[in-house]
């Protein structure tokens, strides 16, 4: 007597498991960590090779995360959703390494349940504004991971001008913000603290960032607005070495404890690398 086959609702569920990849490794921050690129799909995608209905049940969870850096992907993308909703639909995370191509309009519509962006700052270029100035309107994040560092240029001011408006304005969804710790350097400043003013008029309830992007908020008047949000829950400062400088300068700040609290301060990559190369060099004695 022949087995019976588990409904394909079952079957959808345990290959989804299977093709997971985690949205919050995803989204991590390139040099945040000493880690490779998040890879484009998952490593168990062979599992839809194992027959017919597992490839049609299976192939919207291979694209649950969509990671693009050229205008090829983009378009590929932007074609195989126009032709398959069902794959649209499966999207959760977009990773915006580059592909700011018309598609992208395309893959933001067709992607209804899109929560996690990634936006690499630097790598937009002056044709690519138009891109993002007609796909920003269109998102509706819950996590956003930005990626940056100090340069100055004339794209670079305006795509984060961009990104500025709309997490202040647009994005009432958003509840989580990163910003790389390679966000530093005097020419950045200003950067830094137009993003913290429009981070404390959000609807963001956890920060991630930097030291030096901490100590510009400190100074230059954000943070004390960043504060006064109720929605605020966490801010976390990657920069062990200054924990007890920040926490004597948010005393003589006037913050009261209970505003304190709120604060994390854990390892950035400069301390991990320190720590490294100080084992290394007692290995070697």
């Known amino acids: ?88 639909s499966a999207v959760r995370c977009l990773r915006l390494e580059g592909g700011h191509a018309p598609g992208l309009v395309d893959i933001a ?6 929560r996690g962006v990634y936006i690499d700052v630097p790598g937009v270029r002056g044709e690519d504004m138009r891109a993002l100035e007609d796909v920003l309107p269109l998102l509706r994040p819950v996590t956003l991971s930005i990626q940056e560092t100090g340069h100055v240029g004339e794209s670079v001011t305006g795509a984060r001008r961009l990104l500025n408006k709309h997490i202040q304005e647009t994005w009432t969804s958003l509840r989580s913000v990163s910003v790389s710790e390679e966000f530093h350097g005097a020419s950045a400043r200003p950067a830094m603290q137009a993003l913290g003013l429009a981070l404390a008029q959000s609807s963001v309830e956890e920060v991630d960032c930097g030291d030096e992007a901490f100590f510009t908020w400190i100074f230059e008047s954000p943070l004390p607005k960043l504060f006064n949000k109720r929605s605020l829950r966490r801010i976390t400062c990657h920069g062990m070495a200054m924990q007890a400088v920040i926490h004597v300068l948010l005393e003589r700040c006037g913050y009261p404890p209970a505003t304190m609290d709120k604060i994390s301060i854990v390892p950035s990559q400069r301390d991990r690398n320190e720590l490294l190369a100080l084992a290394r060099m007692q290995n070697m004695e």
């Open 1 to 88: 007597m022949p087995h019976a086959l588990p409904p394909e609702e079952i079957i959808a569920e345990i290959l989804s498991q299977g093709l997971f990849i985690s949205h919050a490794d995803f989204l991590l921050l390139n040099l945040l960590v000493d880690r490779a690129p998040p890879p484009r799909k998952s490593r168990n995608a062979h599992l839809l090779l194992v027959c017919k209905q597992w490839l049609r049940l299976g192939t919207p969870h291979l694209y649950a995360c969509v990671r693009l850096q050229t205008a090829e992907d983009t378009a590929s993308i932007a074609a195989l959703i126009r032709t398959h909703p069902e794959i649209g």
């Open 109 to 114: 519509r067709l992607a209804p349940n899109l």
